[in-house]
């Protein structure tokens, strides 16, 4: 069965700190993942997402993420964190029939 | 213009109630999911319809039944109320079932059942 695991339940960072959450996935084929971001009170956004290709993708709000086969691996990075990216994270990985099954969440703060 | 929009943003009702939570959206998409998000922030696929049909049907009381009058919309009807039905309910669209297809979601309605 597929499942995401992001280990982290909390990080907090400081503004301008770079950033790294960390997800891992178990999936049997070349896995569909993707990223989103969801504010208090609002719904997710899609951050980015990767198929094929090129392992470093480029999303939204200069995150980018790499997926990585060998750790089963596609963590979320930031170079320079801003104080408005303090949300939670979701990696999800997409199963037939355009199901996505999320991980946990990862809850960013940012101290300034 | 929002893009997919949810009735009402938060709920709360009395055990044993039936209520039904509405979703439209405008973005001309074919396919449209509801997901439940629980008190722990787990955000689990319910349903899932392309076209009016029924394609996804997770493990799911059948108190809980969607119904997709058109395209645009998706609305979820709960019957008999638990006060495990308490959570943040997302509905989502698409344009397909492919898995590169992106989801784009609702702002949410709180549920609370007390």
């Known amino acids: 069965a597929q499942s995401v695991t992001q280990p982290d339940i909390h990080i907090t960072v400081s503004e301008g700190a770079s950033l790294e959450l960390r997800c891992n996935y178990s999936y049997g084929a070349t896995p569909y993942l993707f990223w989103y971001v969801q504010s208090p009170g609002q719904g997710l956004q899609l951050l980015l997402k990767y198929f094929s290709g090129d392992t470093l993708v480029q999303g939204i709000k200069g995150f980018e993420a790499e997926f990585k086969r060998s750790q089963s691996s596609f963590n979320l990075r930031k170079p320079s964190v801003h104080w408005s990216d303090a949300a939670e994270y979701f990696c999800a990985v997409g199963k037939y029939g355009n199901k996505l099954v999320f991980g946990a969440g990862t809850i960013l703060r940012v101290k300034s | ?114």
């Not at chain 2, 055990?15 to 973005?27: F, H, P, R, V």
């Not at chain 2, 029924?54 to 919309?73: M, Q, W, Y």
């Open chain 2, 1 to 114: 213009d929002t893009a997919v929009s949810q009735t009402p943003k938060y709920l709360v009702t009395q055990m044993g109630n039936d209520k039904s939570i509405k979703c439209e959206q405008n973005l001309g998409h074919d396919t449209m999911y509801w997901y439940k998000q629980d008190s722990k922030k787990f955000l689990k696929i319910m349903f899932s319809y392309n076209n009016k049909e029924l394609i996804i049907n997770e493990t799911v009381p059948n108190r809980f039944s969607p119904k997709s009058p058109d395209k645009a919309h998706l609305n979820l009807h709960i019957n008999s109320l638990e006060l495990g039905d308490s959570a943040v309910y997302f509905c989502a669209s698409s344009q397909g079932q492919v898995l590169s297809g992106e989801q784009y979601f609702g702002p949410g309605t709180r549920l609370t059942v007390t």
